[in-house]
């Protein structure tokens, strides 16, 4: 494979998502198995400003695939938003010898690094890491399946307690902007409803969804809600509106915040990690850039950080049809 690449820096930026670590393992062997060099860059674009940099090699990744979080840190950095800022992280790139880039976060992380590559004529390829799998591109993105089993595991235990003292349970998810983490881990855990950014139910469809519930026979219900539902301002408006109208339940919230971020991978997270790294580096060993690697119908394919940033990903309608079945 000619190329003239020599030393490819990886570093992961924006909210950190499980499987990141797998990615840098699968970069940083790719380019040994290559026979190039691999450079860490510790706290994203923030380590690049600062010329925060560390030597990698195969063994440096050893046992690393099955933790979460990120070994290489992760921050914001309103520095490299300046093309002053761009052009100190530039120079430290060059002065490392680095030549080419490889990005492991989400859309915003992708954005910074097609402004880079458009300056400085550098070569960029990303990896979409961010468990609320709201990246145009790919059918998956890092994290998303092992936070999906957090929160399903998480819920099973509510449900333990809400059929003990006959309660309703709120439980929020992430998805400010996407209802794919509530809609699959609601399927999932078996919740008699889904609340979701896509999907307005309204405060009295969903009095009546409940009503018919435990006209039914059911004596507790949980309630999955993305944090961007507009259904009410909030999930405790939500709370305490079926509270009012329906006083024979004990009404509880519970918030999973950023317990859905962390933890060990799950294997598909691993193993997609460790195609999507290979893919990144071949793809730039191959002279492409600005894009991301992404996965459709189980190959790896490539899609234009530009479409990938403003493209929209769309809620599986069909999973939305199998939930208004399965959650009579």
Do not use: W
Request: aromatic residues 6%; charged residues 25%; contains cysteine.
């Amino acid at each position: 494979m000619a190329s003239k690449i020599k030393k490819v820096g990886v570093f992961t930026s924006g909210g950190d998502a499980p499987g990141m670590n797998a990615a840098i393992r699968a970069v940083v062997r790719s380019c040994a198995y290559y026979k190039i060099d691999c450079v860490g860059i510790y706290r994203g674009y923030q380590g690049m400003v600062e010329g925060d940099f560390i030597s990698l090699n195969a063994r440096s990744v050893n046992n690393i695939i099955n933790k979460g979080g990120t070994i290489l840190k992760t921050s914001r950095c309103q520095e490299f938003r300046t093309s002053e800022g761009r052009k100190k992280a530039f120079d430290h790139l060059k002065a490392e010898g680095i030549d080419a880039l490889v990005v492991i976060g989400g859309d915003g992380s992708f954005t910074g690094g097609m402004i880079f590559s458009q300056e400085f004529d550098f070569p960029v390829m990303g990896i979409p890491g961010t468990i609320d799998n709201d990246i145009f591109g790919t059918l998956n993105t890092l994290g998303f399946d092992t936070a999906l089993n957090t929160v399903v595991e998480v819920i099973d235990k509510i449900r333990d307690t809400a059929s003990s003292h006959d309660r309703l349970f709120f439980v929020e998810v992430m998805g400010r902007d996407v209802g794919h983490i509530a809609l699959n881990a609601g399927i999932g855990a078996g919740a008699e409803e889904i609340l979701i950014p896509e999907e307005d139910l309204g405060l009295e469809r969903l009095l009546e969804s409940l009503k018919r519930s435990r006209a039914s026979g059911k004596t507790s219900s949980i309630v999955v809600v993305a944090e961007g539902d507009r259904t009410g301002k909030n999930v405790f408006e939500l709370k305490d509106y079926v509270k009012e109208h329906m006083p024979m339940y004990g009404v509880r919230v519970s918030v999973l915040g950023h317990l859905q971020r962390g933890g060990a991978p799950s294997c598909f997270d691993r193993v997609l990690a460790s195609r999507m790294g290979v893919s990144a580096v071949e793809a730039l060993l191959e002279g492409k850039t600005n894009l991301m690697v992404g996965i459709q119908n189980n190959e790896m394919i490539l899609t234009p950080f530009e479409k990938a940033i403003k493209g929209r990903t769309k809620i599986d309608t069909e999973l939305i049809r199998v939930s208004d079945i399965v959650t009579i």
